[in-house]
């Protein structure tokens, strides 16, 4: 079993920004983010697969930045110019490969952005 353990949430006025990590227990050739506000699905961030271009949805691009150092199987999301409405509990996702099933979730950190 993989374990993903998130840090850097917390609350920051509108316009400000956080750094978000996730450590991973093993190497993973996918690591992203996906956020899920009160009330609504969950949805994605940002995913970083290696050797490829990051994704993003489309309300953070230009704003959100995904990286991730291999050697300590973490992947980080920088997030600026937060709004309110990026308020929302961020999971950090993360899967061995395109062909393999097995999902794997961190227990999520909370982010509010006030206005």
């Known amino acids: 079993q993989v374990q993903l353990v998130e840090s850097g949430g917390g609350l920051v006025q509108a316009g400000g920004s956080l750094r978000l990590s996730c450590a991973a227990s093993?190497?993973?050739?996918?690591m992203g983010w996906y956020r899920q506000a009160p009330g609504k699905q969950r949805e994605l961030v940002a995913v970083?697969?290696?050797?490829?271009?990051?994704n993003y949805g489309d309300s953070v691009k230009g704003r959100f930045t995904i990286s991730r150092d291999d050697a300590k199987n973490t992947v980080y999301l920088q997030m600026n110019s937060l709004k309110p409405e990026d308020t929302a509990v961020y999971y950090c996702?993360?899967?061995?490969?395109?062909?393999?099933?097995?999902?794997?979730w961190g227990q999520g950190t909370q982010v509010t952005v006030s206005s």
């Open positions: 970083l697969a290696t050797g490829e271009s990051p």
């Open positions: 996702y993360g899967r061995k490969n395109y062909y393999t099933s097995a999902n794997y």
């Open positions: 093993r190497s993973l050739g996918i």
